[in-house]
């Protein structure tokens, strides 16, 4: 139970004057003189001043200055809000609305306070920012979504590819050889960027990074049969080096298995679609699964690449 339900629990079966000077006596709240008086506090404050009580004894009980008590009972006999202690913010209304601004026009790009501080010069250092980010009640620090959001027509081809594949033999798919490049950074994980978003908008959908760091990339593909040795990618993959790789692992793979009645799935990706590409597969009649743009988890080779 916080300070306020205890003094509303207390207040509301105290009747008497007495009883709420003992029950007001023995409620102190510890806080610094420096602070504002907090909604608790100002309670104290108004119960003491109509039990008749000097401004030094409610100071003295709330653990506050007798400056503060004072502006305070002076604001409820005025019915106003007391003036807020301290000096002046050095963030001003301008820069607050620009925050919110920046964020809403910049939502599909990183927005951290460093972003904010080098874009709008503010008189404050990067923590404040910080600090003034997280009292924004619209916004929240989140982590950026490392796969792209699928748009309305990539969701019903999806839909459409599915139900007709559901009408295709269980035996094909045990014939069916799935294959993907897969690469570990060797200086962390991808996706592991925080930015601040609306939180009354859409979340965006953030592409992992490409360039940067030290990484390992492999190639690799598995069946119902088993799986051939990985292979190492040195540099760029392009259309010559996946056509060699294919030739060397895959292809053998397949015969050794299945006897020449196999099928293969790759994703789109621009090497695995050029006409270099196509132009293998026609010349060593290979029939290749049609897939769907951004579908990398209907590809069952990613809970593969977790063990």
Known sequence: MNAKQLYSSFHSGLSTPLCRTNFV??????????????????????????????????????????TAVHNQISALKQGRRTKKLGRPSTVTLYFKRAIDRTIRLHCDERVTARFLVSKYQPQVRVRRVQQLLKAFSQISWARMRPAPRLTQQQRDDRFEWAEK???????????????????????????????????????????????????????????????????????????EQYCEILSDVMIPFAE??????????????????????????????????????????LNPIENLWVY
């Open 165 to 239: 594949r559901l009408s295709e033999n269980a035996v094909l798919w045990r014939r069916t050889i799935f294959s993907d490049e897969k690469r570990w950074c060797l200086d962390g994980q991808d996706g592991n960027a925080y930015h601040w978003e609306c939180n009354d908008l859409d979340p965006k959908y953030f592409s992992n990074r490409q360039r940067g760091g030290r990484s390992l990339m492999v190639w690799g593909c598995f069946s119902a049969r088993g799986a051939p040795q990985l292979k190492l990618i040195e540099g760029n993959l392009n259309s």
């Open 25 to 66: 006596l023995s409620f102190t709240i510890t806080m610094g003189r420096d602070k504002a008086l907090i909604k608790e506090q100002i309670a104290i404050v108004r119960e003491f001043h109509h039990l008749g009580k000097i401004v030094r004894f409610i100071a003295e009980r709330i653990k506050k200055s007798p």
């Open 256 to 297: 050794s298995a299945y006897n020449g009645e196999w099928r293969f799935q790759q994703d789109n990706a621009s090497m695995h679609v050029s006409n270099y590409t196509n132009e293998f597969f026609m010349e060593n009649f290979v029939s290749v699964l049609d897939w769907q743009a951004c579908s990398p988890d």
